[in-house]
């Protein structure tokens, strides 16, 4: 770790590259974790797909003395409209990156065939089944998370799921991330959870590496907290920890 400070509550901790960012937060995680499965029956997470977790998830899928058993496993967010073979659906990352590999004891995975408003419903009963343990999420370039962007992101939102139109932004960074090969591939809407799902979660850890973030860290940690760069919102959670590697980190003032 290079350097780390506080803004607000949010706790910042910076490393030299996104290798040594992941490997941090995955062990970072992990403890948390055993924490947790030391004192209650079970841990309930949820997780985000992106590029920018991999070395988070790598790190995680290796970590020795889980007892993954007794965790349920959500996602937070996922394309309408894609074939179910598709490797771009978030459900699929999941699964090839950290599910198969340790294999909790409980995966739910959001349904996006099914019909809209009947899956939005099921897959937030399943959320408020209990208290969210912990979420481990990422910054889009537009400073979303999830798929919570600035056109529909409400920090009082009322529901727990949600769909919801990609803002143009949001698309290009999936081309911008070697997901999609163009801006006219990558689907027009999305379920994903909404804010206050994500926040509700007693323990929040933040990935964000890359120079294609700069912008978001930066809008992140400096301006408003206000939808305009919903990720502002991590600042008011009393325990959520901000990752970020010299590349992403750099427009920001010391």
């Not at 780390?4 to 995955?26: M, P």
């Not at 992140?220 to 901000?242: K, V």
Request: proline share 7%; hydrophobic share 40%.
């Amino acid at each position: 770790m290079i350097a780390k400070r506080t803004v607000d509550l949010l706790k910042i901790r910076v490393y030299e590259n996104r290798r040594e960012l992941g490997k941090a937060a995955g062990d970072a995680v992990a403890g948390r974790m055993r924490e947790l499965l030391a004192k209650q029956p079970g841990v309930r997470m949820i997780f985000a797909a992106a590029p920018s977790q991999n070395e988070f998830l790598e790190t995680l899928a290796a970590a020795e003395d889980i007892d993954w058993s007794r965790v349920t496993a959500f996602h937070m967010d996922d394309y309408i409209g894609l074939p179910e073979n598709a490797p771009q659906r978030f459900s699929r990352f999941l699964q090839d990156r950290l599910f198969r590999l340790v294999h909790p004891g409980t995966v739910r995975l959001i349904d996006c065939s099914a019909p809209i408003e009947a899956e939005c419903a099921r897959y937030g009963r399943l959320l408020r089944e209990a208290p969210i343990d912990i979420v481990c999420l990422g910054i889009g370039e537009n400073g979303h998370i999830a798929f919570n962007d600035p056109p529909v992101a409400d920090f009082a939102d009322p529901e727990t799921v949600k769909a919801v139109e990609l803002d143009d932004a949001c698309r290009t960074q999936q081309v911008n991330d070697g997901c999609f090969p163009s801006f006219g591939d990558v689907p027009t809407h999305a379920l994903t959870l909404t804010i206050p799902t994500l926040t509700g979660a007693r323990h929040l850890f933040c990935m964000v590496p890359g120079q294609t973030k700069r912008n978001a860290v930066k809008e992140t940690l400096e301006g408003p907290i206000s939808a305009a760069c919903p990720a502002t919102i991590l600042r008011r959670h009393p325990d959520c920890t901000l990752f970020v590697d010299a590349d992403s980190y750099a427009e920001v003032k010391a």
